[in-house]
Nanobody, 118 residues
């Protein structure tokens, strides 16, 4: 059974930092890609960062403030959020793409709340 678990969210003041982690229990599957998404109140879910192997990328809107690290082969990746702004308040969710032979699946975690407020 595949399970995706995020952790590390919380309440932080503007300008502060947080580190989120995403761990996958992959069962028989091989992990292809892990991605971080966020959904802010009243907004659509958006991609924030993704990583394949050790090669990660963040979207332009958060470049310079967010970074992704880890190794999908190790089943755990991290999202470092720095210089946080109130607009970064959202539920941050991890999506994991996996495969077993020619069977491809993706799974979501429950998400972790990040609240940026003074």
């Amino acid at each position: 059974q595949v399970q995706v678990v995020e952790s590390g969210g919380g309440l932080v003041q503007p300008g502060g930092s947080l580190s989120l982690s995403c761990r996958v229990s992959r069962d028989k599957y091989t992990v292809d890609t892990m991605g971080w998404y966020r959904r802010a109140p009243g907004k659509q879910r958006e991609l924030v960062a993704s990583i394949t192997g050790r090669n990660g990328n963040v979207v332009d809107s958060v470049k310079g403030r967010f970074s992704i690290s880890g190794d999908t082969a190790g089943n755990t990746v991290y999202l470092r959020l720095s210089n946080l702004k109130p607009d970064d308040t959202a539920v941050y969710c991890c999506n994991v793409g996996l495969h077993w032979y020619k069977v491809y699946r993706d799974y979501w975690g429950q998400g972790t709340q990040v609240t940026v407020s003074s």
